[in-house]
């Protein structure tokens, strides 16, 4: 059984900077792109990032360039999201996710696109 298991939230006050780990009991974790997601209360789910194998290619959400940068390790099956110049609008539940392909595609901030999923890690941001 897959899992995904995100780490690392927490309350934080702007200008602050955060980091999440995101472990996946995946076979041949190198071989999937792996994506970031934030849900706010009331707001749909959201993509962040995204990064295939080795980091060859990494895709960010404009609200978060410059800010936040994304990584893994595929020899230890982990995904980090590094969060810097925290604002309270990124106050959110944030989900590590599988893609069910290798590449990060043009879809990639489309929660469909993700086959496994992990239960979140709130980040709180106060002003």
């Known amino acids: 059984q897959v899992q995904v298991v995100e780490s690392g939230g927490g309350l934080v006050q702007a200008g602050g900077s955060l980091r999440l780990s995101c472990e996946a009991s995946l076979l041949a974790f190198y071989s999937y792109a792996m994506g970031w997601f934030r849900q706010a209360p009331g707001k749909e789910r959201e993509g962040v990032s995204c990064?295939?194998?080795?980091?060859?290619?990494?895709s960010y959400a404009d609200s978060v360039k410059g800010r936040f940068t994304i990584s893994r390790d595929d020899d230890k099956n982990m995904v980090y999201l590094q969060m810097n110049s925290l604002k309270p609008e990124d106050t959110a539940m944030y989900y590590c996710?599988?893609?069910?392909?290798?590449?990060?595609?043009?879809?990639?901030?489309?929660?469909?696109?993700?086959?496994?999923w992990g239960q979140g890690t709130q980040v709180t941001v106060s002003s």
């Open positions: 990064i295939i194998r080795s980091g060859g290619r990494i």
């Open positions: 996710a599988a893609d069910k392909w290798p590449h990060c595609s043009d879809s990639w901030g489309k929660p469909n696109e993700y086959e496994y």
